[in-house]
Every structure is written in structure tokens, then in C-alpha cells.
């Protein structure tokens, strides 16, 4: 099995995802933050179909696209239950279920802490995993609704895939995470790795898709010990000015 994937900007700093099962050509989208930019890749990219939208959370700036793309493609619409507060949805699924996406499987693992709900799908087979707002490139969502207990929890469940699984999040705040991880971690890898995102973003490049083993190795919160470092760390962050 082989999934295609198209990344594109959105909005301030949100990403659009398109993702295709080769074998068959059914399209997802995953969240929908700007409707508009979701028509406009699939009409570019030639693929030609949109058949289902994969929300990982009812934010609005990952939902706000679900009702004209039902209109305009009449896709099937997914997500956790509390996409209901925001969005229209057709179907619910839940830590457990799978999705199938032509042939891949995407695997539903609840992930809670950025909000209560938040949910993010995997494709074991593939080794790639779409996780929405939990999980940034040297960085987390912030706690809007969750315990950082929940999201120290949800990290780890991540933490547990294998270190070649691809990670699709869905904002470019990695210089900034990269500044933040700088004042707790000064090993020489370290500085080495923000460089080079440094380099990504002066070159305009998306610093989307990272690996496991990059946040293993280098994202401070996936690092955490426990939930108490996790917690002042994200506090931390939300005041960080760099």
C-alpha cells in the first residue's frame, strides 16, 4: 500500500493536507481550514475527487472548511464527536476504530489535552500518522481543554510508534519551538538541529513532515519525564517571546 501526500499553507500558519490511497485514488482531506485552498490543490495536483474529510479536533481553523467542501464534493465527513460544537460530521469514530481510506487502514487513537476530544489517525502499513494539533515538530498544542497529565499521556501513546513513522502536523511554528527547545537542551546535536530549521524556514520551506525519532531525540516535551516537567514546560512556552 502507498499514501500520497500534498502539503500546502493555509491561513496564518495552519497546513492543508490532501492525502491519496494509490492503489485506488480515494482523496482525504485532513481538517479543513480554508475550503477554498483544499478546491484549488485538488484541482492542481490532478487528482480530481475529494472523498472523505478526516477532522482531528472542532477548532475552526480545522473545521471551518466541512460544510462548503460536503457541498461542492459531497464527501463524507469524520471525526471525533465533539466536531458536532463547530461542523457539520457524518460519521464519529473513536480511540479503536479504523478508517479505511481506499485500501489503507487509518488507525483512530484518542489523544486528549490540546482539547478533550482530539483524536489522530495512523497508517501502520505506511508508517505515517496525521496528529493534527497534538504533537509540532520540537513543539505540542497548547492545553486548551485537557490536563497536562492528558497531554503528557497522549505524547507517549505517539512516542510509542515506531521512530520511522512520518508525522503530518498541522502548523509551521518550528522556528519558534526550535527557540524555545534552545534554552532548555544546548547538546551540540541540538543546536544542530535548529540550524537546520532555521536554514528550512529562510529558504521558505515547510519544516512538515518530521519523524518519531527526530521528537524523541530532540522535542522537549515529548522528552518530559513525567507530567510535572511536562507542565512547566508548556507553561514556559505559552509565555515564551522568541
Given amino acids: 500500500m502507498t499514501l500520497d501526500v500534498r502539503i500546502f499553507p493555509c491561513l496564518n500558519d495552519n497546513y492543508g493536507l490532501l492525502v491519496r490511497d494509490a492503489a485506488t485514488g480515494t482523496v482525504a482531506a485532513i481538517d479543513t481550514p480554508d475550503a477554498a485552498a483544499i478546491l484549488a490543490d485538488l484541482e492542481q495536483s490532478g487528482w480530481g475527487r475529494l472523498d472523505l474529510i478526516l477532522n482531528t479536533h472542532w477548532h475552526p481553523d480545522h473545521t471551518q472548511g466541512n460544510a462548503r467542501l460536503k457541498d461542492e464534493t459531497g464527501c463524507e465527513i469524520i471525526g471525533p464527536e465533539e466536531v458536532r460544537k463547530a461542523a457539520p460530521i457524518d460519521r464519529v469514530v473513536a480511540d479503536g476504530d479504523t478508517v479505511m481510506l481506499g485500501e489503507t487502514a487509518l488507525e ?26 497534538v504533537l509540532f515538530n520540537l513543539g505540542c498544542g497548547r492545553l486548551f481543554e485537557g490536563t497536562p497529565e492528558q497531554m503528557h499521556a497522549s505524547l507517549q501513546t505517539l512516542a510509542a510508534w ?3 513513522t512520518v508525522i503530518w502536523c498541522a502548523h ?20 544542530a538541529r535548529a540550524e537546520e530549521i532555521f536554514a528550512m524556514r529562510e529558504r521558505g520551506e515547510a519544516t512538515v513532515p518530521t519523524t518519531i525519532g527526530k521528537e524523541k531525540a530532540f522535542n522537549p516535551f515529548v522528552r518530559a519525564a513525567d507530567a510535572t516537567e511536562f507542565a512547566a514546560r508548556r507553561a514556559a512556552k505559552d509565555v515564551f517571546a522568541g
Fill in 162 to 164: 515506531p521512530d520511522e
Fill in 108 to 133: 483512530v487513537s484518542h489523544t486528549p489535552g490540546h482539547t478533550l476530544g482530539h483524536i489522530v489517525y495512523r497508517s501502520v502499513g505506511d508508517a505515517q500518522a496525521f496528529v493534527g494539533d
Fill in 172 to 191: 509551521e511554528y518550528t522556528a519558534s519551538n526550535a527557540r524555545f527547545a534552545l534554552t532548555l537542551d544546548d547538546r551540540p546535536d541540538m543546536r
